[in-house]
């Protein structure tokens, strides 16, 4: 069992390379955290006007719906795909026997949570200027889809990291699938549009009910239970299968990289 001493050595330095990783990325940059927002925000504002303007989609607050679903889906985005070269792209840490490898897909991750938590402000903006508010349902349902979506990218980027390690193509490969799922998921669409009878192809995707389900908390003050228990089992099985994996791959690791 790991006693109270290890766990604060491991959250102090979580905390330690979270904060170099931030200030490296923005080191020496103007407008700083904004640039993680800046590619969201674009792709909304061009889904925005082709599909709320010119093909007059008729869903209220169609801005807001998008940001709902494409804040976090960035998040992901960025984690995934980042994940399949973690260890790659870190072999000084990989290499040291006493430095817990797993820890390296985990800053990655956490460093990526903080841009989103950081882009529920400029969300805000847009609910307010649409004349919406927040929901009391925000201050259970945000920190749970937050530890959900964590959960998530975390298991994802152990499997995907893994695996990396000894098929190099599975890089490449990953980010055919990211955009694929994109097109497969409700974040330029609502799942209100789909036949029933379709559902359960959204049921099936992996990733698409995280994402209704921060699209309900954010834009509609509700949670749908069938959705939100699909997302708690998906995260539950990346996480298993991702830990399954690393551990039965890790050791290989330094001699193949």
């Given at each position: ?12 330095l ?7 990783e ?13 640039w ?12 925005y ?16 719906v ?8 960035q998040?992901f ?6 994940g ?10 990989v ?7 797993q ?5 990655m ?6 841009h ?5 402000p ?8 649409e004349?919406?508010?927040p929901?009391?349902?925000?201050l ?5 889809l937050?530890?959900?979506t ?12 893994t695996?990396n ?11 055919i699938?990211?955009?694929?799922a994109?097109?497969?998921t409700?974040?330029m ?33 509700t ?17 298993l299968?991702?830990?399954l994996?690393?551990?039965a ?5 330094a001699?193949?990289?």
């Amino acid at each position: 069992m790991t006693s109270p001493r290890k766990w604060i050595w491991y959250r102090d330095l979580l905390r330690v390379l979270v904060h170099k990783e931030l200030t490296v990325r923005y080191k020496g940059s103007v407008l700083g955290f904004f640039w993680s927002v800046l590619n969201p925000l674009a792709n909304a504002y061009i889904f925005y006007v082709v599909f709320g303007l010119f093909m007059r989609m008729n869903v209220p607050h169609f801005i807001v719906v998008l940001l709902s679903a494409m804040f976090p889906w960035q998040c992901f985005s960025n984690c995934v795909q980042e994940g399949t070269q973690t260890f790659l792209a870190n072999p000084t840490l990989v290499k040291k026997v006493a430095f817990p490898r797993q820890a390296i897909p985990l800053v990655m991750n956490l460093q990526n949570m903080v841009h989103l938590i950081l882009s529920l402000p400029i969300f805000l903006a847009f609910l307010f200027y649409e004349g919406l508010r927040p929901g009391w349902i925000w201050l259970w349902g945000v920190p749970l889809l937050l530890a959900l979506t964590l959960a998530t990218t975390y298991g994802l980027s152990l499997l995907l990291g893994t695996l990396n390690v000894f098929f190099r193509d599975l890089g490449n490969l990953v980010g055919i699938c990211v955009q694929v799922a994109f097109f497969g998921t409700p974040i330029m669409y609502v799942i209100q549009m789909v036949p029933e009878n379709y559902l359960w192809v959204f049921r099936a995707n992996p990733v698409a009910p995280l994402f209704i389900c921060w699209r309900s908390v954010l834009a509609e003050n509700t949670v749908v239970l069938a959705w939100l228990v699909p997302a708690c089992l998906y995260a539950a099985v990346f996480l298993l299968l991702g830990g399954l994996t690393f551990h039965a791959l890790q050791r290989r690791f330094a001699e193949i990289i």
